[in-house]
């Protein structure tokens, strides 16, 4: 793998703070090092990309960027030229089935992995920085070609991961239940690792250094053994080295 | 459409009450009104279908029924031999995937439509009696070859529907807002209708006649139109009339 630079926030929204409010900081440095001064906005997550583009561009113009959103170009060649990707969030069967539909898997990827073309995502956008979309939260109200994603980190993220409400007489599953399913299945299944990012927890890699940012503890599922509690601050390098990824059978 | 008869609840677990004991009136009535002696219980949902059956089995066998597990036989001819199939919850993507991969959807639609075997189906076993699990609130720990279900009925169905907490902090989109993005699908996809099946709630058909049952309201999403709450006891015949399917451009 060569230099993935990644800023992957657990949703735009958190409570008590404005849209990508809670992460201007870190987004703000990590254009600002990349010397990015126009990003390439992705809003398939969304039906509706003229209202996604303003309500993006509103705050990106605040901080002093340009966005382009790709609906108003050719999608793959608004990739080829793009200095900085930002994928919000929205429903992430929609954003990769459109990103299927429109071809742009491998040339996002290429740009991200090849060039060094800085991303960020958010909530379904960092669904689709994993390599599969297997622990999304969001309903399937349409049906993509594959659940395999972008592939620019070797483990699967939930976002706006939710702790078990014990005041709950609900009984579909918890969070925790579902991500412990997924690692339950049947031996012919081959599953990743999967971060729970909680609202507020941002994953910032560069290179082969994972750190965990933002202002909330994550939670991490390791295959067979118990979930763990991460720390804002935490580096998480280990997580990028390529042993984890275990792919022998991924249905596609 | 023949004569589908088929109990539909939202879930098995229900607050206050045992497995399935908040519907095992209706449950008994069904069975019994339709002579049934043995219920083929499919597992399916579940990654351990030994103490799935075992757990199903407990309260059959209290109730007076025999249950056969279908993994305990060839799956096809258990079905052609069945007198009523039970499929019971877990995750509807594992559940819809091996039914494809054990070639049992047309067999299982068959017996239901043409030879009016009776249904019982509870969480994913209600999502997949429906046209398409687009509406399922599962994790897609799996990718099964299509999302499209048993379509017994003309319309889809959310089952544990949950009103939003308003005292909630957390940003993921509510139930509601869920549906509601499916609803908000660009023209180019057709969408089915959706029943929010609040956990408690039974959907029973026979025939041309629908009726919610059990001892909690429902809530009905026509495309469109606001939002309805449908109260216990509420004749829902209208929605299995075939006008309000609409599956033109439906992804596979
Ligand atoms: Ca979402
Ligand atoms: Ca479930």
Request: aromatic fraction near 10%.
């Amino acid at each position: 793998m060569s230099t993935p630079r990644l800023l992957l926030l657990s949703s735009s929204a958190v409570h008590g703070h404005g849209y990508l409010e809670y992460a201007a900081t870190d987004i703000n440095i990590f254009l600002n090092k990349n010397r990015v001064s126009t990003v390439l906005f992705i809003p398939y997550a969304s039906a509706d990309y003229d209202s996604y583009l303003k309500k993006v561009e509103a705050v990106f113009s605040k901080w002093g960027y340009q966005v382009e959103g790709i609906h108003k170009h050719n999608p793959v060649e608004a990739v080829a030229n793009a200095e900085a990707i930002f994928i919000g969030g929205g429903n992430t069967f929609l954003l990769l089935k459109t990103l299927y539909d429109k071809n742009l898997i491998k040339p996002i990827r290429q740009r991200i992995l090849n060039d060094g073309v800085p991303y960020i995502g958010s909530s379904a956008g960092t669904n689709v920085a994993a390599p599969t979309i297997h622990n999304t939260n969001d309903m399937p109200i349409v049906y993509p070609p594959s659940f395999k994603a972008l592939n620019l980190i070797p483990f699967n993220i939930n976002p706006h991961y939710l702790d078990p409400d014990n005041n709950s007489t609900h009984k579909g599953e918890t969070r925790e239940e579902r991500i412990l399913q997924y690692h339950g299945l049947p031996s012919e299944y081959d599953v990743f690792n999967v971060l729970g990012l909680r609202e507020g927890c941002t994953l910032f890699i560069d290179g082969q250094v994972g750190i965990l940012k933002g202002i909330n503890n994550a939670r991490l599922f390791i295959r067979g053994k118990p979930p763990k509690e991460i720390a804002v601050g935490t580096d998480l390098s280990h997580l990028l080295t390529d042993t984890l990824r275990t792919e022998k059978k991924l249905t596609p």
